[in-house]
């Protein structure tokens, strides 16, 4: 059994670490909260403006429709991987990394796989193996629209020039703050609306339609790039504060367990003593 300083020390250093893992618990609970709320605002308003425009580009001619609806033979693929810049968030993290490379290895095997990362965890994680051509972790420094809207139109430039036929986004999606779902989302070329198009039934356009769509192709991708990293934003903070809860249910586990060990050591020293001392008087009684 070890000994009762060595104890003391573990239960000092396992309290702590749980006061640590209590004070990240309660930080990354309160950012939750506005960062849940940003993309809970924000959702109905990118998804009615992709059905809209997944609508108009599926009824425009082939001949009529926009650049970013080309779609070419797959040979040159972008990944666009988006993370945090810190860890300590259970496998937040490690999903999107994981999810990268299934892409790269087996959905694209042998085709070009390049990456954008946007986090300094993936840029980390897969700069080892593979090309990641830009890291965008300085986002998170100032999370705008604007700031989003930037990496989104060198994403659209790319695919415009031909550097490469398809630009998918790998993110967590926020369900609450202890699930967040892995999503793999086609960014280039525009997906169009599967069956039926009446959109033209329903709306007026003015001035044209295709002017309508030239219009709202690249607000469109903005916003889709940006919900994406609102998103994984939220769901870092969720899985973050979940971590911590365990850590520190883990650490309170932990010090209780030390501290009966350390009882008992204790309760041994002292019983020893005493049959020590009751033992030298009987030996003087004798």
Do not use: W
């Not at 939750?32 to 924000?42: C, E, F």
């Not at 999503?183 to 959109?199: R, S």
């Not at 033209?200 to 339609?209: H, M, N, V």
């Amino acid at each position: 059994m070890a000994n009762l300083k060595e104890i003391r020390n573990r239960i000092a250093s396992v309290s702590s670490t749980m006061q640590i893992t209590s004070a990240m618990k309660m930080v990354s609970a309160a950012k939750l909260k506005k960062a849940q709320d940003a993309i809970t605002a924000m959702r109905p308003y990118s998804d009615k403006l992709s059905e809209l425009l997944q609508g108009l580009s599926a009824s425009l001619d082939a001949d009529s429709g926009s650049k970013f609806a080309d779609n070419r033979e797959v040979n040159k693929v972008l990944i666009v991987a988006i993370t945090s810049n810190r860890g300590l968030c259970g496998a937040f993290n490690s999903n999107i990394i994981k999810q990268c490379n299934l892409l790269a290895k087996e959905t694209y095997a042998g085709k070009e796989v390049d990456f954008v990362a946007i986090g300094k965890k993936a840029d980390d994680a897969l700069a080892r193996k593979n090309n990641v051509i830009a890291n965008h972790s300085g986002v998170y420094d100032d999370l705008s629209f604007d700031n989003v809207a930037t990496i989104a139109e060198e994403l659209m430039d790319l695919f415009s020039a031909g550097d490469y036929d398809k630009i998918e986004i790998v993110y967590n999606k926020f369900k609450n703050a202890a699930t967040q779902i892995v999503m793999t989302e086609q960014f280039l070329p525009i997906v169009p609306m599967e069956g039926e198009v009446n959109v033209a039934a329903d709306y007026i356009f003015e001035p044209s339609k295709e002017e309508i769509v030239e219009e709202l192709i690249p607000k469109s991708l903005k916003t889709q790039l940006y919900k994406g990293v609102r998103d994984s934003f939220a769901s870092e903070h969720g899985a973050r504060m979940t971590a911590m809860h365990k850590a520190t249910d883990n650490a309170t586990e932990l010090r209780d367990q030390l501290k009966l060990t350390y009882n008992k050591a204790r309760q041994a020293a002292i019983t020893g003593e005493i049959l020590e001392i009751v033992g030298g008087a009987e030996a003087l009684n004798n």
